[in-house]
């Protein structure tokens, strides 16, 4: 009996074909799978770039933080350098390389303030915004006062406010310290970045030293000719108008002014002297509570006004005292202040 195809030895059975539906379930699951890892592959790509254009803009921002700390530096050892040994410079060149180191100082807080943060760098660009902000405005009221703490009358109190600002200043370098520089730095550490973390940034050299109104004064000593007789001929203000939201004053007659918010003061100043004054000082006392502003130049000649706004706003009747701050070489100075009696309704 011969033996079927199925019992003949060696041969396998042939499997049974899937059907169509099958196969189209298999092509579909392949390209499914193709699909996905497709889809993995982009996603992967598109995060690689995400990163690195994060680390990229870190990157930038704490090179570009660097860079104004640099020039910071730079401005520093400038205008210290001429604290600490003025050489041959003159009240007036000493006066003009300090309001030459205030602008650069201005400008180093707008490029600050400029800076594209990215958002993990958010926490850090406040706290050097305000760095920049307390930095700039301590150099503008330094320059401010810097030609009257060299002549005479006058210049113990503006060494005072120098002083002071110097206080601020080193405020901005602790704060920088404590909370700027970390902050960059964890931040760079955080994402990997290594080889940008930002340098320190100390301002004023010597806290101990400038701080003391009198070794400030003494430096302002070794300027050449650091007294009133550097700018010749007659010096002198007048206080030639007074008013508090457009209400004129006249002293010994009072006022009533309805109050309606904040009341601010108008001062106008006229220098009736020969030379440009700089750093002139106003103030308004309300029943002994002073309050301070600035014109920092005025020429031969020229009024010019200031606004004090009255923080807090008085309420009835008080003793409004007004002071023009004597400059250097002036001899007559009765006629730089006035006190008003003002009723506020």
């Avoid at 000493?94 to 926490?123: C, H, I, K, N, T």
């Avoid at 760095?131 to 320059?143: G, N, T």
Wanted: glycine share 10%.
């Amino acid at each position: 009996m011969e033996d079927s195809p199925a019992d003949r030895p060696g041969r396998r059975p042939r499997p049974p074909r899937r059907s169509q539906r099958q196969q189209i379930a298999i092509r579909r699951g392949l390209a499914l799978g193709a699909g996905l890892l497709v889809l993995i592959l982009i996603v992967l790509g598109v995060k690689g770039c995400l990163n690195a254009r994060k680390e990229r803009a870190l990157s930038d921002y704490a090179r570009n933080v660097t860079q104004i700390v640099d020039e910071t530096r730079q401005t520093s050892e400038s205008f210290f350098g001429k604290l600490d040994d003025p050489g041959s410079l003159s009240v007036t060149e000493f006066v003009a390389q300090v309001d030459s180191d205030r602008s650069a100082m201005d400008s180093y807080a707008g490029r600050v303030g400029g800076l594209d943060a990215p958002g993990d760098m958010s926490e850090a660009q406040d706290a050097l915004e305000l760095v920049y902000e307390l930095r700039a405005s301590a150099m503008d009221k330094i320059a401010d006062r810097m030609s009257t703490a060299l002549g005479d009358a006058g210049a113990e109190r503006a060494t005072e406010v120098i002083a002071n600002q110097m206080r601020t200043l080193m405020g901005s370098d602790v704060l920088y310290a404590e909370v700027v520089r970390p902050e960059i730095d964890g931040v760079l550490a955080d994402n990997g970045i290594e080889g940008n973390d930002v340098p320190r940034s100390v301002f004023v050299p010597d806290e101990t030293q400038w701080l003391d109104a009198d070794a400030i004064g003494s430096a302002l000593g070794s300027v050449s000719g650091a007294t009133a007789a550097e700018t010749p001929g007659v010096h002198g203000l007048g206080l030639v108008g007074t008013s508090v939201d457009g209400v004129a004053l006249s002293a010994g007659v009072p006022s009533t002014v309805s109050v309606d918010g904040t009341p601010e003061v108008e001062v106008q100043v006229q220098n009736q002297g020969e030379s440009t004054e700089n750093g002139v000082t106003v103030s308004v006392s309300v029943d002994g509570e002073a309050l301070e502003q600035d014109i920092s130049s005025i020429g031969p000649g020229e009024t010019q006004s200031v606004t004090i706004p009255l923080t807090p706003a008085p309420r009835g009747q008080v003793t409004l005292d007004v002071n023009v701050q004597p400059v250097p070489g002036e001899q007559v100075s009765s006629n730089n202040e006035a006190a008003y009696t003002v009723d506020f309704q």
